[in-house]
Each structure stands twice: as C-alpha cells, then as structure tokens.
C-alpha cells in the first residue's frame, strides 16, 4: 500500500474500532444520505469494502446494497423494491455499478476457456454478444431512470480491467487467468463498458465514474485483487477514492 492511501486506511480502522451496536446499525441506515448499489464489487470480497472507506471519507452514511451475482435486470427489479419502501428516506444519490455479472454469464455459456476474442474478426457469437449487451444498456437505463424517478442523483461506474494469473478464479473453470485470457476478458470488458458509457450519456443530471479509465487493472499491483476479479481491501481503498473525487 503506498503513503497516498495510508490515511484512508487508518480512517477505516478508526471508524470501525467504535464497534457500533445493532440500534446504532439501524439509526445510520434511516440516515444514510448514500446508496452504494451494485453486485460482490460492492458488496465486497474483502474488508475494508468500498462503501465503508467511502463511508469514512464523506463523513456521511454510505448503506451497502451490494449483492453478490446479481445481473443487471435483477438489480432493476431489486432497486426498485428498495426505492419503494422506506429504509432509506435521506437518500440523495444512488452510486450504481453493475452489468459484471450478466457480462461472466455470458462468456461462461458461450466460451467458458476464453478461446475467442469478441474483437476477433472471426468470432462465432457476435449476434449474440449484441444480445447480451443491448440487455446490459437496457437494464442499465432502467436503474437509472427508476433512480431519477425518485429524485435521486446518480453517479454510474465502469469495470476496471483484470491481471493474469491472479488465483482463485470462480469465474472460469480454471485456478486462474493467463496473459492470452486476461486479454480477451478484457477485450469483453471493453465492451461492457462501451455500453455503461453509451446508456450514460443519454442522460441529463448523472455522472461517469469511469474506474477503468482512472484505475485501469487498479494499477497493476496484484495486491489489489483478493481473486481474479474482486478488489482486495486495498483495491477497495482506490475504487472508494475515486467514487469520492467524483462526489466531491
């Protein structure tokens, strides 16, 4: 970890030491000025998660519905459930980050090995990546409109890239990923966030929290991934700073 996140480190610790009671956990809920929304990114695979470093930063209730393996659509049905009822009445904005998991369902059933690139000229699932993607844009437009519904502002967030050889890997039915299969993962994710990009700027009023473009594979430091595809508690740290640079 370098010198430039050791404060954010030493926040969390602080903010976590207090060890709040189960009341307490209710109180800040009902205040919770922040909805951190999305799949296991941000519900987190490590500790400290990217909403409770956020949390420290912004002095101000950051509540985690994060659920692991939750695709887009299914996230659309569940925010709205969670915007029609009443757990979060100080809700100013939703900070929105899926379409990872519709995007791994997708590779699993077509070319779980990662044999192709979908830029190869000679792809064989073109029609249906199109398919799947639309679906992502669509999904993703139908948070952010639901969101909107509720006078919420929204921040949406891109997918950082993948390293080789990070283990384990749940994802693919291999301990991890090489060079060749982090390419063409990352030639994937490329796409995905083409259509967060896209289905972002047909709206007034909400921000791009582009992490692929600030973090890239979070730097390149393995020691930012707890597996293949999950940020560490240090990789948290900079998704949390980033979300932050963007609220500010």
């Not at 941000?42 to 692991?68: C, F, I, R």
């Not at 695709?71 to 900070?95: C, D, F, H, M, W």
Request: one cysteine or more; proline letters at 5%.
């Amino acid at each position: 970890m370098t010198w430039k996140y050791f404060w954010l480190s030493l926040s969390v610790m602080v903010l976590f030491s207090v060890g709040p009671s189960q009341d307490c956990g209710k109180i800040q809920e009902s205040q919770a000025r922040y909805i951190a929304f999305g799949d296991s990114a941000t519900a987190g695979a490590d500790q400290p998660t990217y909403p409770q470093v956020l949390e420290a930063l912004l002095h101000a209730n950051v509540v985690n519905e994060g659920k692991g393996g939750e695709t887009a659509q299914e996230g659309v049905n569940r925010l709205q459930s969670i915007l029609r009822g009443v757990s979060y009445p100080k809700a100013q904005s939703l900070l929105y980050w899926e379409g990872g998991n519709d995007l791994i369902d997708f590779v699993q059933s077509v070319d779980p090995y990662l044999q192709y690139s979908p830029k190869d000229p000679d792809y064989p699932y073109s029609r249906e990546l199109d398919q799947a993607l639309a679906k992502i844009g669509e999904a993703v437009e139908s948070a952010v409109q639901t969101a909107q519904r509720h006078n919420l502002q929204v921040y949406v967030a891109t997918y950082f890239y993948l390293l080789p050889f990070v283990a384990p890997c749940d994802a693919v039915p291999v301990p991890f990923l090489n060079k060749a299969q982090v390419e063409k993962t990352n030639d994937y994710i490329d796409l995905l966030n083409r259509v967060i990009r896209e289905t972002a700027s047909n709206f007034r009023d909400i921000t791009l929290v582009d992490i692929n473009q600030e973090l890239g594979a979070l730097l390149g430091d393995k020691d930012n991934f707890v597996n293949c595809n999950h940020p560490s508690g240090e990789g948290n740290q900079l998704i949390a700073q980033e979300w932050f640079e963007h609220l500010q």
